[in-house]
């Protein structure tokens, strides 16, 4: 899979992402994540594939996302099984709005937080 390829599950709208997120490729996700999250509260997206790296330029996507959606009371959620991608996201990651679970079930179990005003 070299594509990023959205889907929906209870409502919420899904991007699970190839094994690698990169400059060939981010473009794509951050086209894909500003459609849905105009539609919708929750967005997750789905690294479960990663298995190389995802690059700075990725990052800043999901951080803009991310940033875009709490300002209208929604929220990003990334979910990765890897435990070295959870820990060098989190690390990489600017701030403290982007979520990040260690399965695409806990992301979409999750409630909604609502918003300090």
């Given at each position: 899979?070299?594509?990023?390829?959205?889907?929906?599950?209870?409502?919420?709208?899904?991007?699970?992402?190839?094994?690698?997120?990169?400059?060939?490729?981010?473009?794509?996700?951050?086209?894909?994540?500003?459609?849905?999250?105009?539609?919708?509260?929750?967005?997750?997206?789905?690294?479960?594939?990663?298995?190389?790296?995802?690059?700075?330029?990725?990052?800043?996507?999901?951080?803009?996302?991310?940033?875009?959606?709490?300002?209208?009371?929604?929220?990003?959620?990334?979910?990765?099984t890897r435990?070295?991608?959870?820990?060098?996201?989190?690390?990489?990651?600017?701030?403290?709005?982007?979520?990040?679970?260690?399965?695409l079930?806990?992301?979409?179990?999750?409630?909604?937080?609502?918003?300090?005003?």
């Open positions: 899979m070299t594509h990023i390829w959205t889907w929906t599950r209870n409502g919420t709208p899904v991007l699970t992402t190839p094994e690698g997120v990169d400059i060939a490729n981010d473009r794509e996700l951050r086209e894909k994540l500003l459609s849905v999250s105009d539609w919708n509260p929750v967005v997750v997206v789905d690294g479960s594939t990663f298995r190389t790296f995802f690059s700075v330029g990725a990052m800043r996507v999901l951080d803009e996302a991310s940033r875009r959606m709490a300002a209208v009371g929604g929220e990003l959620r990334l979910a990765t435990p070295n991608m959870r820990r060098d996201l989190g690390i990489a990651r600017y701030g403290s709005l982007l979520q990040i679970f260690e399965s079930d806990d992301a979409l179990d999750v409630t909604l937080q609502p918003q300090a005003a």
